[in-house]
């Protein structure tokens, strides 16, 4: 159909220039009105259909200019919202550093304040030895039971005191503890990341509580044991010593080892203590036993000497053996007191070292625990914060992608846009073209209807002439005939056809 009209165009614009003649052209005569009204339908149809492709391209253009509009709003909502992300998790990574920085820093002071709290100060312990020496060098040797209970009494004071000073510095071990756990749990009170530390605080804790309460029931109960019998010391320390085992075995059977063999070295020497004490239990009896015989034989020998006067010899012998007997008795007394000086001292100066090691053994247990759990919380935090950097890597990726595939989209978009203006624009000029041709068609076809009334009318003129002619030639032939019919004999005439008609 563009063909045809095409070869339609080129032959009227091709014969706008050329002068129609009579008769008429053969293939100018195949153009008929029909014809032309149906290229001018087919270029009218052609116009509709391009207006139609052209709005179908405009609307597809419009959409698609939506469509990255929203895409390009989308895309700049979440860089924004990945923006606020990130900085969120740099201002917490931030926070985390800050109360790391924090925790290590209550850790250190901690230490150094464990460090000076746990050492036990052995000069208060020397001056009551020295003291408990003192009092036994001055004492008399007519001493009886009554100053020794004194003395028992002022050594259960003093073992009392220090029973409390040793109280107190577990109490201030106790609240410095409990500080470093508050501070603790007030630096991840927002995080979950330090439960683990928490808990092995909490074990702590518990067990340090659990060692105060025994150590307060071991002071009552000294104290009730001191005041009601010697005898039951043994049994009851022993039952404590195996209670306070069994509260600290949760520990570690080896990391107590050596706390367990302070614990038997404190049983044996309990055990000396108490036969010592049973010695002189025995001696004091002893003692009392030879004073009676020793009253009733001196009874004996009064009345002897009213009765006898020979026995002054036996008296007097009986009185250098009294004497001889109590100077050994009072020599035994002052190696008992100074052996159990001796003893006491030595079992102190066991004790303070005993419970110096088992505070060190605590306080390494604890730092071990503490730096255990300080390094766990450090290598997780530092892969967690190794994913992060992880994800940022990836949404830093995903971003560039992103950007990547926009600005080629982009640059398809414009060349497309390109594209789209260069055919609009080629199609205005074929527009214009078609529609200058359209008025040149317009204007041959004027022309042509000119010529074609041109040619009908010179055609009737042209009929007219002839008809006139022939009847002229008619008559012509009439009047020939007429003249030559009378002419006498000769050949017979041969009618006309024309006379005929």
Do not use: C
Request: a negative charge; hydrophobic letters at 35%; glycine letters at 6%.
């Amino acid at each position: 159909m563009r063909v045809e009209i095409v070869s339609m165009l080129v032959y009227l614009m091709a014969g706008k220039d050329q002068v129609l003649s009579v008769p008429p052209e053969p293939r100018r005569s195949a153009v008929t009105h029909e014809d032309i009204r149906d290229a001018i339908i087919s270029l009218v149809h052609l116009l509709q259909a391009t207006t139609q492709k052209l709005e179908r391209h405009e609307l597809r253009e419009r959409q698609l200019g939506d469509q990255l509009r929203k895409a390009l709003g989308g895309l700049d909502t979440r860089e924004r919202s990945q923006d606020t992300a990130i900085a969120a998790v740099s201002a917490a990574l931030v926070r985390v550093e800050e109360k790391l920085a924090k925790i290590q820093g209550e850790l250190d002071q901690k230490n150094e304040r464990e460090k000076g709290s746990y050492v036990i100060d052995t000069v208060p312990l020397q001056s009551w030895m020295s003291n408990v020496e003192g009092m036994l060098n001055k004492q008399a040797p007519s001493t009886d039971l009554v100053v020794s209970k004194d003395q028992v009494e002022k050594m259960e004071s003093t073992v009392n005191g220090k029973i409390e000073i040793l109280a107190s510095m577990v109490g201030r071990i106790e609240t410095q503890l409990l500080d470093s756990l508050n501070q603790l749990q007030e630096a991840v009170s927002n995080d979950g990341l330090y439960s683990k530390l928490e808990s092995q605080l909490g074990v702590q804790e518990k067990w340090h509580n659990t060692v105060i309460g025994k150590l307060e029931q071991l002071e009552s109960n000294n104290e009730l044991l001191l005041s009601n019998n010697k005898h039951e010391v043994d049994n009851y320390t022993k039952e404590e010593l195996a209670k306070i085992k069994n509260g600290i075995d949760y520990l570690g059977s080896d990391k107590l080892m050596n706390i367990d063999a302070k614990l038997q070295e404190i049983m044996r020497s309990t055990n000396q203590l108490q036969n010592v004490y049973k010695t002189s239990q025995d001696l004091k009896d002893s003692f009392k036993d030879y004073f009676s015989q020793a009253k009733t034989s001196q009874d004996e020998l009064s009345s002897d000497v009213k009765s006898l006067t020979k026995a002054e010899q036996v008296l007097i012998q009986t009185a250098d053996n009294v004497l001889d007997t109590r100077k050994r008795v009072e020599y035994g007394v002052q190696e008992i007191l100074l052996g159990i000086g001796e003893l006491v001292k030595s079992e102190t100066k066991e004790l303070n070292n005993t419970v110096n090691n088992r505070f060190n053994d605590i306080s390494e247990t604890i730092l071990e625990n503490q730096n255990g759990g300080v390094f766990n919380l450090s290598s997780k935090i530092d892969h967690e914060i190794s994913q992060v950097w992880r994800q940022i890597g990836i949404m830093y990726q995903q971003l560039t992608n992103s950007a990547n595939a926009l600005s080629k989209l982009q640059v398809q978009t414009e060349q497309y846009l390109n594209g789209s203006l260069n055919t609009m624009d080629s199609m205005d000029g074929r527009v214009v073209e078609i529609t200058g041709r359209v008025s040149d068609v317009k204007e041959n076809l004027n022309y042509l209807m000119g010529r074609l009334l041109l040619v009908t009318q010179e055609f009737n003129q042209t009929k007219g002439d002839l008809a006139t002619a022939f009847d002229n030639l008619r008559n012509t032939f009439k009047t020939v005939r007429q003249e030559v019919k009378d002419l006498g004999p000769g050949p017979i005439p041969i009618e006309d056809e024309d006379n005929k008609l």
